[in-house]
């Protein structure tokens, strides 16, 4: 017999508000503050109308003098207006890692890495007293509700030292970082004690760009000056611009944004539930057949480039920040204007992408003429597309259909140091284990289990992400890159136990460890309640060898992988 349908409230945009405590009140003051009171509430659409907007998406937050607002490296999703007071951005030399409650990590020297061998009696994380501690120059404090601000313990020396500049009230900060999810690129901490602001959320940030012509260009125009033109100096068909060529490209380029900037959330749903991140459940940026209109450069995330296979989609590779797609269809087509052809491939983003487009007209009549023939890419043959195919998409061929709608699905790409094992030469051994173990206070920060396609399994080991979203949200700044190599690693004397980091993480990779003293026993706080860390694999950031799981291995089973080079994946799967 059919069973009656339940009758459910159906999700809204804001069922979860940015700040539950925000009130109506604080709505009405922000709707008489500029740029609020300046906009036109008409160009709001009644579903979206500003004043939610600003009750839903945003909170009103406080800090005191020295307070660390944002701090450079921080992977941020919201923007910030002063409304209040003044804060000050830190321009060069950059704050030191420990005043960004960040380790400074060193190299392991003998002494040290002999120690590892008679610590074997020592409790899993286990710390001294005196090492949980708060370093020397920066500090900790609950503000309000449950908002943990770091600050500056000797602010006079640190602007005596470094080169800042003060922002005023009303000046907008961290909307690059919000709109494309990438680092932060500055710190900036309070300036006065009644230092007042608003912090808005990317959706409401988003919207409010939508339905304001004016805030909209502020925001591109700084983005244009501050991040684009840096971006594409660092493409090599750009670096032959003149300056006055360089001016038109970066006024011509376009924005887009797909997919869920939250995805990493559903995404952990999506696993759970057995399902699959298919091609045809992914936001289209450009489909095979059409006219390539610009060449698309990924900023941040991640796009799939497929094809056309029977009646549906097969994947022959991914893209990550750096990499285009459509401009070997648009160099041909200026080059042989009487034989045009159409996009060669499908591009769709998976999770949350940022894209830079720069126009096919501006390719055409700026960009390529300045680029020498030996850079440019080769011609596609009229009546071979499945030749010019097979020669972009020789990822797919070379590691197979199935492990890479295995990759994409998991999307194990992310990962610029995934571990992999390879099952037919483990002997399950866990010498990898040990090894990890040994190294970090007898915890070992992987577990030799994971999902797996054939005789690939990939660990539950931190990949440290070209997209971490651990990041994402950590208050004291513990979860952060180490170095320009990439490496996410965790500083446990600033770690709070907060778990948020742990949440966010897609790939179950960080775990929340309760931490011991030196004797073994468990570290409690004033209401006796456990005080845990969030710990997770580091790369061996220490030991001068590497990751010390790869080195045991005695079968070479077990590798770290940039899953961005798939070339080089490919060779290990023929070993």
């Known amino acids: 017999m059919p069973t009656t349908p339940l009758i459910v409230n159906r999700p809204q945009r804001w069922d979860a508000a940015f700040d539950p405590a925000m009130t109506d009140e604080d709505a009405q003051r922000l709707m008489f503050t500029a740029p609020f009171s300046q906009m036109s509430e008409e160009k709001f659409p009644k579903r979206t109308p500003l004043r939610d907007i600003l009750r839903n998406d945003s909170r009103i937050r406080r800090f005191k003098q020295g307070e660390i607002i944002v701090r450079h490296g921080d992977y941020g999703t919201s923007a910030f207006l002063i409304l209040n007071g003044a804060a000050r951005v830190v321009l060069k030399p950059p704050l030191p890692a420990r005043m960004l409650g960040r380790a400074e990590s060193k190299k392991k020297n003998v002494f040290r890495m002999l120690s590892q061998a008679w610590n074997s009696w020592r409790e899993p994380e286990s710390f001294r007293l005196a090492q949980l501690r708060a ?277 194990f790409f992310n990962g610029t140091a995934t571990m992999l094992i390879d099952l037919d030469r483990c002997t399950r051994c866990d010498d990898c284990v040990r090894a990890c173990a040994s190294t970090h206070d007898n915890n070992p920060r992987f577990l030799r289990h994971g999902p797996s396609n054939g005789r690939v399994m990939v660990a539950n080991a931190c990949m440290h992400c070209a997209d971490p979203v651990c990041m994402i949200g950590c208050p004291t700044g513990a979860i952060h890159r180490e170095s320009a190599a990439g490496q996410v690693v965790i500083n446990p004397l600033t770690c709070i136990g907060c778990s948020l980091c742990a949440n966010n993480c897609p790939y179950e990779a960080i775990r929340m460890t309760e931490i011991r003293d030196t004797d073994g026993a468990f570290l409690v706080d004033k209401s006796l309640r456990p005080i845990s860390k969030a710990t997770k694999c580091d790369l061996c950031v220490e030991n001068h060898g590497g990751p010390a799981c790869e080195r045991a291995c005695p079968h070479g089973a077990l590798t770290r992988m940039n899953m961005g080079d798939l070339d080089t994946f490919a060779k290990w799967l023929k070993r």
């Open 135 to 411: 370093d020397v120059g920066v500090d900790a404090r609950t503000g309000t509700g449950e908002d943990v601000h770091v600050f500056l313990q000797d602010l006079p020396r640190v602007l005596n030292q470094h080169r800042t500049e003060a922002m005023q009230g009303g000046e907008f900060f961290g909307e690059i970082a919000a709109l494309s999810r990438m680092p932060r690129t500055s710190t900036i901490f309070a300036d006065t004690d009644d230092t007042e602001l608003l912090e808005v959320r990317w959706q409401g940030l988003r919207d409010l760009m939508k339905y304001d012509d004016a805030l909209q260009k502020h925001i591109e125009s700084v983005y244009r000056e501050r991040a684009l033109r840096s971006y594409l100096r660092a493409i090599p068909i750009f670096k032959h611009l003149t300056k006055e060529q360089e001016n038109v490209v970066v006024g011509q380029t376009e924005f887009a944004t797909y997919g869920d900037y939250d995805w990493s959330g559903d995404y952990k749903k999506l696993l759970k539930s057995g399902g699959a991140a298919r091609p045809d459940q992914e936001p289209v940026v450009a489909a095979e057949g059409d006219y390539p209109n610009g060449v698309v450069f990924v900023r941040a995330g991640f796009a799939r480039m497929s094809q056309k296979f029977g009646n549906g989609q097969r994947t022959l590779n991914y893209l990550g920040a750096g990499q285009n797609f459509g401009f070997r269809e648009i160099a041909h087509n200026w080059r042989k204007r009487d034989a045009p052809v159409d996009l060669q491939h499908s591009l769709r983003a998976i999770g949350y992408a940022h894209f830079i487009i720069v126009p096919t007209e501006v390719m055409e009549k700026i960009v390529l003429p300045t680029v020498p023939v030996r850079e440019l890419p080769e011609l596609i043959e009229p009546k071979a597309e499945e030749i010019s195919s097979r020669r972009d998409s020789h990822a797919a061929e070379k590691i197979g259909t199935d492990l890479m709608e295995f990759l994409a699905e998991h999307r």
